[in-house]
């Protein structure tokens, strides 16, 4: 599958309590900030989303939950839970539940739907693009290498599974922009700059808001010069 003359592919991860559908409802000021650039591929995580939704934004410094109680059909990329089948991002633990699974889903849509230039994530799924683009610089990726030429990653953390720690040994030099509010009290900005320390040359972009993906004047420039990067003239 090929995207139209002079426009980048890239395949959009949605963060928890998301999926595909909500994602792609929520990012239509990003979609027309980069229509000239970018065609946005969707998908969704293969993990349904059982619990109950939170009923507010946890106070900084809390455990942080991604809340998103109006998307139908919720799902997830990993369980910091395996029990009870619930994600915190600040949540430690020594195994989770369903992160392979999730990985061969994408490897499923890139098979199916790529080649695509690059990724992008938002919250959880950020955290697993960062996944991603590490096992990318990884040989030891035996299930097949991913070949994105760029990832940008919002609201993004570094997960504090034990389990995931191998995801965090090496730099990943792959271009990344990182984004992230400075008012974020899901994923708050400490967590968000933590994950960048583990990426060689990334580009940073924040902003004042809070837990979402930005798309006004000042971000759509920064996306945009990102993307000239990439684009063939």
């Known amino acids: 599958m090929t995207s139209s003359p002079g426009l980048l592919r890239i395949l959009c991860v949605h963060g928890y309590r998301q999926n595909g559908n909500a994602f792609r409802e929520r990012t239509g000021a990003l979609r027309k900030a980069l229509k000239k650039h970018a065609e946005l591929v969707y998908m969704s995580a293969p993990l349904r989303v059982t619990d109950p939704a939170p009923q507010q934004e946890p106070a900084r410094g809390s455990q942080a939950v991604e809340p998103d109680s109006q998307a139908e059909d919720p799902r997830g990329w990993w369980f910091s839970n395996a029990q009870e089948r619930s994600f915190h991002a600040g949540e430690s633990c020594q195994s989770s539940l369903g992160l392979e699974e999730s990985l061969e889903a994408v490897r499923r849509v890139v098979r199916e739907q790529g080649p695509f230039d690059g990724i992008l994530g938002f919250s959880q799924g950020a ?83 809070g837990h979402f993906v930005p798309a006004a004047a000042p971000q759509k420039k920064v996306y945009c010069q990102f993307l000239d990067t990439f684009i063939s003239k």
Request: net charge negative; charged share 15%.
């Open 127 to 209: 955290a697993l693009v960062a996944m991603i683009c590490a096992l990318q610089g990884q040989a030891g990726d035996a299930q097949g290498p991913f070949s994105f030429r760029f990832a940008v990653l919002i609201a993004g953390f570094r997960s504090v599974c034990e389990e995931h720690a191998r995801f965090y040994t090496t730099p990943v030099s792959m271009p990344t922009l990182h984004v992230f509010g400075e008012t974020d009290r899901v994923i708050p900005d400490h967590m968000s700059r933590e994950l960048v320390a583990g990426f060689q040359n990334p580009q940073v972009l924040t902003h004042t808001g």
